[in-house]
């Protein structure tokens, strides 16, 4: 469709002096080559539905300049701020024509835009900002959650652990971790951040891992499978660090962990007792945030070459790791926010 338009995107693309112009046709030109969609959205830094955007806006008005700006900007009134707030509270852009699944500044500015309305990204972003409002990272709540259910757990826990009389508490949780690198956030002086990563490394391990978020201690065993007998061997590892006193080990609802094999263990081990988390609540578990914390600090960004490396490296930090630290890692704060 753009074959026939490549000459006059090339020159257009040379003799423009708007930077935003320009990038947009240098763009269109490398699709008018045969470029793909996929590859113009990763050189470009834009998600597809501005490349689509780009297309119609040349195709209706052959050009890809921004229309004039005059004056001061445009300011926002009460009735807009009060529109944008209802947009991002009830967060289906796609009701409105906007090919996305949640509001984000630039999708703001086109919804305005296909009112009529010019509106900068940025004023969108300080009217935001001026309301209160926060762009996070989104935190899944899953439908499944009984309220009721973790607001007891919560209440009952916090009793549980005022009379504890000396017993060990632990979080226990497992998480997954492949030779390959994952992606994660890095400083640079560079356009990007490369991460040289050998690709074809899919191999992976399970870490079981428990924690005290009163003393900080970390105890935790790798292995190649997440089955029942490594969880056994994981819990002889508990009860060989804490042979002479009781221990209470918070866990969820995992399948192995109510396997016969952790049965028969169970009931040669009295000191060691197993006690429920609610379903579907890893935010009351503080294993979850250790483990959060493995990600972002080891193996973001990094690869490992054997699982014998990825092993050494796991417990190796996790030894280094002060225990004041582990401490602030691992909160119990949503436990005692809920049972307030």
Not at 158 to 168: F, H, Q, S, T
Not at 216 to 225: F, N, R
Not at 324 to 340: D, F, G, H, I, N
Request: proline share 4%; aromatic share 10%.
């Amino acid at each position: 469709m753009l074959e026939e338009d490549a000459p006059a995107l090339r020159r257009l693309a040379k003799e423009n002096k708007d930077y935003r112009a320009r990038e947009r046709l240098r763009a269109l030109y490398a699709l008018s080559l045969g470029d793909s969609v996929e590859h113009v959205v990763r050189v470009f830094d834009v998600d597809d539905s501005t490349v689509y955007d780009w297309i119609s806006w040349w195709q209706t008005q052959r050009g890809l300049s921004d229309k004039p700006r005059s004056g001061r900007p445009p300011e926002l009134s009460p009735e807009d701020k009060a529109l944008i707030r209802k947009l991002v509270e009830k967060n289906n852009p796609q009701q409105h024509g906007i090919n996305a699944s949640q509001w984000d500044c630039s999708e703001l500015s086109k919804y305005f835009a296909r009112h009529g309305r010019a509106v900068p990204d940025e004023i969108i972003r300080k009217a935001l900002k001026e309301m209160g409002a926060h762009y996070v990272k989104a935190v899944l709540k899953y439908a499944e959650v009984n309220e009721r259910e973790r607001r007891s757990f919560a209440l009952k826990l916090v009793r549980e652990l005022r009379g504890k009389n000396g017993a060990i508490v632990l979080f226990e949780d497992e998480m997954s971790a492949e030779l390959s690198a994952r992606k994660g956030y890095g400083w640079t002086f560079e356009k990007q951040l490369v991460i040289v990563a050998p690709q074809g490394r899919r191999d992976r391990l399970n870490l079981f891992g428990a924690v005290s978020p009163f003393s900080g201690e970390v105890i935790q065993l790798a292995s190649k499978d997440a089955k029942a007998d490594a969880f056994v061997r994981f819990l002889k590892k508990v009860c060989a660090k804490h042979s002479r006193k009781k221990v209470w080990l918070y866990l969820d609802n995992c399948r192995v962990h109510h396997s016969k094999k952790v049965k028969a263990f169970l009931r040669t081990r009295k000191n060691l007792v197993l006690k429920r988390l609610p379903a579907y609540s890893p935010e009351l578990n503080p294993r979850e945030y250790f483990h959060g914390f493995l990600r972002r600090k080891l193996l973001n960004n990094r690869s490992f070459a054997s699982t014998r490396e990825l092993v050494g490296a796991l417990h190796a930090f996790t030894r280094r790791v002060p225990r004041a630290v582990v401490k602030s890692v691992c909160s119990l704060e949503p436990v005692y926010a809920l049972a307030k």
